[in-house]
């Protein structure tokens, strides 16, 4: 299993160290801070774009959603709702102002309008949140890589993040970016020649369209959810609401999407580029969801594995339940003949166009899926028996299992490639950023004296080494954690929702000044951690009593309203007396 072809393996390390080679060489010889941070303001729209989705696209994108898609369906994709509004509001709003002041980094302009605390109190809230982002983006695939390859998780860990500090270090925001488009091009060739090879792997009689079918019986097909339960993670309403928020947070105050589209060569190639990334975006995570979908379509005529996790898997047959776990497999195996069978007799009569036998065989197809889920559950139940630290969640290895049983060779390097390119982007943006922010919002503004443009590069260049040494430390003791397909998201949720509510009452409530809103800012961080712990972090996955999501409109709505709560409490005071 653990074992890639020589073509595989020249594939994969010709792809990764073209990127670090190609990056370091483009972006050579940068000597002051325009230069370093913002990329000489040169960079055009469809840089910014294709920069501003990268940056977004990270490995867990990659690894995560088919899972996600191939467990629960299409519905996930709501979570992206509210991004192209959030993008017209920025390009309106945000690009404008950060441009006519000429900001290096989007916390300046907290300074600017309110004092010197509130700027450094919403960079030290970017530094957590991204820092420990970035140790999961480096975590996320090496864990997995990791688990299905044999090979050791630190090595990893240390082999993405060193070829991601080479180039990011050597060439900052211009080297970030220029890679960044190297990137999505092998991404997307990646992604959509899996996608056809999927469908050639299906039966002779199974076209796209009656896989979509199959799909749709098994209920996988379902986008849209009109509910209001507050407890689903993914409606219209939270993707529309609570989506758009942390999309209007992420990109208009995450300094890791800022510095993207600071770069620009004017408002306008900003504002371009982040409306490419508003059309595209959702038009990708449907694809890759799809995706996600045609591998459940496959493994409905191919045998799966029980769990998909091989680690798991190797853990519960090495203790005292492999005799219950094999006994759950012969009965998975069972199952799946089963649900060939059940799969064909819907196929067939699909052919017929008999409506009473199309409804009867689809039913038996949704019984059928019951059994296999209970199955999976029990299963999950015996590893956590056998090991209550192991990983049952196997979302995340559905499709790097697939990459490896199933696609022939050459094509395994360059999935593999895409993984750990989407993982070296993300993580790029995120040190990128880090180290801007310590240099210019901490380090420039707290330290006494006037200094030269190189001292303040080589501060950033020093900031971002030390970013990504401790991201890959970070991401060396991340298996303290689970749930990784939303674990940067929930992370994102906790502390966005409070810096927006900043922006948000530096832009439009002009009457409200730094004391109230920086103290507004340190009572809202405070009650969120409280909801997110009792009412999301104590209960199991997608039981919470609150969705994460909505986490971002709670943080930003509070943090407004404390502020102007807060101003219009000092004012009577001043006033009386």
């Not at 109230?516 to 199991?540: D, E, G, K, N, S």
């Amino acid at each position: 299993m653990g074992t890639l072809s020589t073509l595989d393996w020249s594939i994969l390390v010709g792809t990764l160290l073209f990127i670090v080679v190609y990056g370091v060489w483009r972006t050579r010889g940068s000597q002051n801070v325009n230069d370093y941070v913002r990329g000489g303001n040169d960079a055009k729209w469809w840089t910014i774009g294709l920069s501003v989705m990268a940056t977004q696209a990270s490995a867990i994108t990659f690894l995560s959603t088919p899972g996600q898609a191939f467990h629960d369906g299409m519905g996930f994709v709501q979570f992206y709702f509210g991004l192209p509004i959030a993008m017209v509001i920025i390009c309106l709003v945000f690009v404008p102002i950060y441009h006519r002041l000429k900001v290096y980094t989007a916390y300046e302009f907290l300074e600017n309008r309110f004092d010197l605390k509130t700027r450094s109190l919403a960079a030290i809230l970017f530094l957590i949140q991204r820092g420990l982002a970035a140790g999961i983006t480096i975590y996320a695939p090496s864990i997995i890589l990791s688990a299905i390859l044999g090979w050791d998780l630190q090595t990893l860990n240390i082999i993405i993040g060193t070829l991601v500090i080479i180039y990011t270090v050597s060439g900052g925001t211009k080297a970030v970016s220029v890679t960044q488009k190297q990137q999505m091009f092998i991404i997307m060739t990646g992604m959509f020649i899996t996608f056809f090879f999927i469908l050639g792997y299906l039966p002779a009689d199974i076209n796209f369209s009656k896989a979509l079918k199959i799909a749709g019986a098994s209920d996988k097909l379902n986008i849209l959810d009109f509910s209001f339960d507050p407890k689903s993670r993914y409606t219209f309403w939270s993707g529309i609401t609570g989506g758009l928020f942390l999309a209007l947070a992420y990109f208009g105050t995450d300094q890791s999407q800022v510095q993207r589209y600071l770069s620009g060569k004017s408002v306008r190639e900003s504002q371009l580029g982040l409306i490419f990334n508003g059309i595209f975006k959702i038009p990708m995570q449907f694809f890759i969801l799809l995706v996600g979908v045609m591998v459940f379509v496959f493994y409905q005529y191919n045998s799966s594995p029980l769990n998909f996790n091989p680690s798991a898997t190797k853990t519960v047959m090495e203790s005292e339940y492999a005799s219950d776990y094999k006994l759950l497999q012969e009965e998975h195996d069972k199952l799946e003949v089963e649900k060939k069978m059940a799969q064909d007799e819907f196929s067939a009569a699909l052919e017929l166009k008999e409506f009473a036998a199309i409804e009867e065989a689809k039913l038996h197809i949704i019984a059928i899926n019951k059994k296999d889920s209970a199955s999976r559950i029990a299963a999950k139940s015996l590893i956590e028996k056998a090991d209550d630290g192991a990983e049952t969640n196997d979302k995340d290895y559905v499709f790097i299992h697939f990459i490896i049983h199933h696609l022939p060779k050459g094509l395994i390097g360059l999935l593999l490639a895409v993984i750990l390119s989407a993982a070296m982007s993300s993580t790029a943006s995120e040190l990128n950023a880090l180290g801007t922010i310590t240099a210019l919002d901490l380090y420039k503004r707290n330290k006494k004296g006037t200094f030269t443009q190189k001292h303040y590069v080589t501060a950033s260049k020093g900031f971002t080494l030390m970013w990504g040494v401790l991201a890959i430390l970070i991401a060396g003791v991340a298996d303290l954690f689970d749930n990784l397909i939303q674990l940067v998201n929930i992370i994102g949720s906790i502390f966005y929702g409070n810096v927006l509510g900043i922006f948000l009452l530096a832009f439009f409530f002009k009457f409200v000044r730094g004391n109230a809103v920086f103290f507004a800012a340190l009572l809202t961080q405070l009650i969120v951690c409280v909801i997110y712990y009792y009412y999301i972090h104590i209960y199991p996955s997608g039981e919470e009593k609150l969705g994460y999501l909505w986490l971002n409109f709670i943080g930003a709505a509070l943090v407004i309203t404390l502020a102007v709560l807060m101003e219009g409490f000092d004012r009577v005071l001043r006033t009386t007396s």
